[in-house]
């Protein structure tokens, strides 16, 4: 009887007329993002030492709209050389986005994630030791997704580490 009640809970948790009332407009505003994008990409690798992939970027609401799953693979000459997904949600009570991110290697990280403007965002994280990284995503004139990353050593002197500029093709 008891599971009985608790299945009975759960179901009526998840009917279609709570669905539509659990969709996040926080997330929805990131819809812009939504879709197969695909263009080369520049990284350093360190002094003197850099790569030009073809970046692919896989993102789609889900959830209801409540989160923003991003997949990331940058390859060079069919080798994949990078691969990372991000999974991006808005936590109503703090008035804040959560971004965990995660790389092939096992590693992940939370990041802040701030939309600046109308399909504008910055994200980014500390590495330790006053070190950081953060990321500016655009859609410019073109409808591209342009990104530029940059790492600073201090927090306060920045030097570019990665760009890319990426064709919406779904």
Same mark, same amino acid.
Request: hydrophobic share 35%.
């Given at each position: ?25 926080? %997330? @929805?505003?990131?819809?812009? *993002?939504?879709?197969? $994008? /695909?263009?080369?990409? $520049? #990284?350093?690798?360190?002094? !003197? !030492?850099?790569?030009?992939? /073809?970046?692919? =970027?896989? +993102? ?5 709209? !409540? +989160?923003?799953?991003? =997949?990331? #693979? ?5 080798? +994949?050389?990078?691969?990372? *997904? ?17 790389? =092939?290697?096992?590693l992940s990280v939370d990041a ?5 403007? @109308? ?13 950081? +990284?953060?990321?500016?995503?655009? #859609?410019? =004139?073109?409808?591209? $997704?342009?990104?530029?990353?940059e790492f600073s050593p201090d ?7 990665? @760009?890319?500029?990426?064709?919406? /093709? %779904?």
């Open positions: 009887m008891k599971n009985l009640l608790l299945i009975c809970i759960l179901l009526g948790s998840v009917s279609p007329a709570n669905a539509q009332e659990t969709s996040n407009p926080a %997330i @929805e505003k990131l819809a812009f *993002l939504e879709g197969k $994008w /695909t263009g080369p990409a $520049w #990284i350093s690798l360190g002094p !003197n !030492n850099s790569k030009t992939l /073809t970046q692919k =970027e896989d +993102v789609q609401l889900m959830l209801n709209k !409540n +989160v923003l799953h991003v =997949e990331g #693979i940058g390859s060079e000459n069919g080798k +994949v050389l990078f691969h990372a *997904l991000g999974i991006i949600s808005y936590n109503k009570q703090t008035e804040k986005y959560n971004f965990r991110a995660y790389r =092939e290697t096992g802040y994630f701030i939309p600046k403007g @109308e399909k504008w965002i910055e994200w980014g994280f500390d590495i330790g030791n006053g070190a950081k +990284v953060k990321y500016n995503i655009r #859609i410019n =004139e073109k409808g591209q $997704w342009h990104e530029v990353g927090g306060n002197k920045w030097y570019k580490n990665f @760009e890319m500029t990426l064709d919406k /093709t %779904i």
